[in-house]
């Protein structure tokens, strides 16, 4: 079982209501089992939603609690929601035997590269293997 950002299986759950779907993801689907998730909604957050930065330091930051997640239009703290989402697709790894995960780069949540986002950073310390794509 392999932990999916859904929006790169075209679930529409990106936080602008669009999904980027990945050709090579999707195709993957048909020979592997995927389970797609969006930390974001998992947290509670709406879609569509208020694009959102890390501030402060990555997401490893922000789980140790000296760094914090705002959104770009209002300054609005919304840490709690991506700890609560990063949480949950903590626990969906450890019932579902997931050891890889493969999430949307670019993200406060899932990003690997700019800043690790803060489920990537959640899923590293639990031992799942975290991949980036689109």
């Known amino acids: 079982m392999i932990l999916v950002s859904g929006c790169l299986l075209g679930i ?7 999904s980027r779907p990945d ?14 998730v969006c930390p974001e909604q998992l947290g509670g957050l ?3 939603r208020s694009a959102a930065y890390l501030c402060g330091g990555d997401g490893f930051k922000v789980l140790e609690g000296s760094a914090r997640v705002l959104t770009v239009d209002e300054g609005r703290d919304v840490t709690e929601q991506f700890l609560k ?8 790894a450890t019932i579902f035997g997931a050891r890889e995960a493969i999430l949307k780069g670019k993200s406060p949540s899932c990003g690997l590269t700019d800043k690790v986002g803060v489920t990537a ?13 689109g």
Do not use: H
Request: hydrophobic letters at 40%; a positive charge.
């Open 23 to 36: 050709d090579k993801i999707i195709e993957m689907a048909s020979f592997r089992r995927l389970l797609p």
């Open 12 to 18: 529409c759950c990106r936080y602008d209501g669009l």
């Open 85 to 92: 989402g990063a949480r949950e697709c903590q626990r969906l």
């Open 121 to 133: 950073a959640a899923l590293i310390l639990s031992g799942v293997k975290v991949t980036e794509a």
């Open 46 to 48: 709406p879609t569509p």
